[in-house]
């Protein structure tokens, strides 16, 4: 019943419009315009929130974006990042070896580079081992040297590493001599960072700072090899400083002069006492 009356209703009332619109077209403007202006607020309203939503909407795909932007930044801030650490291990590599380069032994017959990879150092033994053994023609006895002069000299000999035994190890002992006075002495380590000078006569004059080169003693080592300074005169018991960082080794040289002798373990025999000549420990002479 309610359709029946609603269709006939609607369609009367729009021909009504149509009628008043032919009628008084200023009539029906006038309508139009009170009808849009009244539901302007309304419409206005409704539009408020609607953007309000677009915005959000434009926001929080603002923020994913930025989120992916900030991912991919760190991504690329991580690949940055690797390479830096490989281009500083490089940068180091580099610079050991151009250290490495500087010292160029006199007389060698051949040498081989070589990396320090372990370091069994303590409070009983001062080494380190090296990437390079019998295989690269490596041999127990011969000299291990860095960019500022001498390190030590290799213990033990396998095909792929072998064992440098430092200066300052308790089983080294090199023969030496000053640079000025041209006085012969034996360096020794004593697992201290500074090895000891023994049977030097009473009457040398040593000064703190005078360099100390290889003695060409004993067949392995060519005199004029750098080995350190005198760092301190206490007592009597005058103390080396090496050339050599032995605690931050990272490369070294391990050189083959061509000499026939082998150092042995212990130090080389002491020299027949002369008159005045300064009295060492037994300790020291181990």
């Known amino acids: 019943m309610a359709q029946r009356v609603v269709v006939p209703f609607l369609v009367l009332l729009s021909m009504m419009f149509i009628v008043l619109g032919k009628a008084d077209v200023l009539l029906f403007d006038r309508l139009r315009v009170l009808i849009a202006d009244a539901a302007a607020p309304v419409l206005q309203a409704v539009a408020q929130p609607v953007a309000t939503v677009a915005s959000g909407v434009r926001h929080v795909e603002g923020l994913f974006d ?72 490596v041999t127990r006895g011969q000299a291990a040297v860095t960019g500022e002069g001498l390190v030590g000299r290799i213990a033990e000999v396998g095909n792929r590493a072998a064992r ?82 032995l605690s931050r080794l990272e490369y070294v040289r391990i050189v083959d002069f061509g000499l026939p002798g082998v150092l042995p373990q212990n130090a080389v025999p002491p020299p027949k006492p002369t008159r005045g000549a300064r009295t060492v420990e037994p300790d020291a002479a181990r």
């Open 66 to 137: 930025l989120y992916r932007d900030n991912q991919r930044l760190r991504e690329e801030n991580a690949r940055l990042l690797q390479w830096q650490d490989v281009a500083r291990r490089l940068e180091a590599e580099n610079a050991g070896l151009r250290d490495l380069t500087q010292y160029v032994p006199e007389g060698a017959a051949r040498f081989v580079s070589a990396q320090v990879i372990a370091n069994s150092g303590g409070a009983f033994a001062r080494s380190v081992l090296v990437s390079a053994g019998a295989r690269e023609g």
């Open 164 to 245: 440098v035994l430092l200066l300052t190890d308790l089983n080294s002992h090199i023969p030496v001599m000053l640079d000025a006075s041209r006085e012969r002495a034996v360096m020794a380590g004593d697992n201290s960072d500074q090895p000891r000078l023994l049977y030097l006569p009473a009457n040398v004059t040593v000064k703190v700072g005078e360099r100390i080169v290889t003695a060409g003693s004993g067949g392995v080592f060519p005199p004029g090899v750098p080995v350190g300074v005198v760092a301190s005169i206490d007592t009597g018991i005058v103390r080396v400083e090496p050339y050599a960082e």
